[in-house]
């Protein structure tokens, strides 16, 4: 995921791509044609109540699939459950950000596969921590308002060199949770990064820094795609950049919770 895996993509769509100057010429040519009547496809541009309903709609379903997944999944059938959704998720989520074909079916689809996922994960965790889950919840809700707080005072400022380090720092520690995965096939406990210690506990907390950043180069993207008049049809397409980001931020500060739980 380089920042999130949907928003270098979105930040093009959103006419981030600077035009060049046109011609005496071209200005005739643009003077003589008929007026502009808005955007192709919806017919009408983007706004913030489009992408608020739109992350409104996922995140409903997201949690009717959770509490669903929750309650039915028995827990001798999660594994299978965990593994069908992460696939599921996984798969329609790189379609979605590499094609850049993001409507309401395929999102809520993408929300539904998610839910189930964070529902069976919530669950064993909340089984073997009771409690974590309302924790993990409400500080993923802190972080969130946080970053989104920080960002319209002007506390960080989006500029090419942030987006640089934060990119980096993304695809650096997607890199080693991969190799972590590998080093479990050789030796118990992998790298170390997830089993606990004191290791695992600053690798979530580099992951949740870096994850609140890419919020917050998620809200800059979507700002800045509002104000240069991108398509309706992107709303949904920023929705699911939001998304992808809140998803491994909770996943991340309910791994933190469980470790110190362990203490």
Known sequence: MAQNPVINR????????????PSAGDLQDMYNKPAYAGPTGSGRYMTLDDVVQRTGAMLGVLLVAGGAAWVLTPDHLALPVLLISLMGGL???????????????????????????LGTISKLFNNAYPGIVVQAITGTVMVAGG????????????????????????????????????????HPGGLG???????????????????SMNLVMDFDMIEKGIRNGT???????????????????YIEILRLLSYFARR
């Not at 960002?151 to 640089?164: L, M, S």
């Not at 993304?170 to 080693?176: D, E, M, N, R, S």
């Not at 990064?193 to 994850?211: D, K, Q």
């Open 91 to 117: 798969a329609l989520g790189l379609y979605m950000s590499f094609s850049m074909k993001v409507n309401a079916a395929n999102a809520l689809v993408y929300s539904v596969f998610e839910g189930v996922l």
């Open 231 to 249: 398509d309706e049809k992107f709303a949904w397409y920023a929705s699911f950049a939001l998304m992808v980001t809140l998803i491994w931020l």
């Open 147 to 186: 970053m989104l707080f920080v960002y319209k005072i002007g506390a960080i400022r989006v500029t090419p060199k942030f987006t640089r380090i934060v990119v980096g720092a993304t695809i650096g520690v997607f890199g080693l949770m991969i190799v972590n995965l590998l080093a479990y096939l050789f």
């Open 10 to 21: 979105f930040g093009q769509a959103s006419g981030g791509n600077r035009l060049p100057t």
């Open 193 to 211: 990064l997830r089993n606990g210690g004191t290791l695992a506990i600053v690798f979530s907390l580099v992951c949740i820094v870096i994850a």
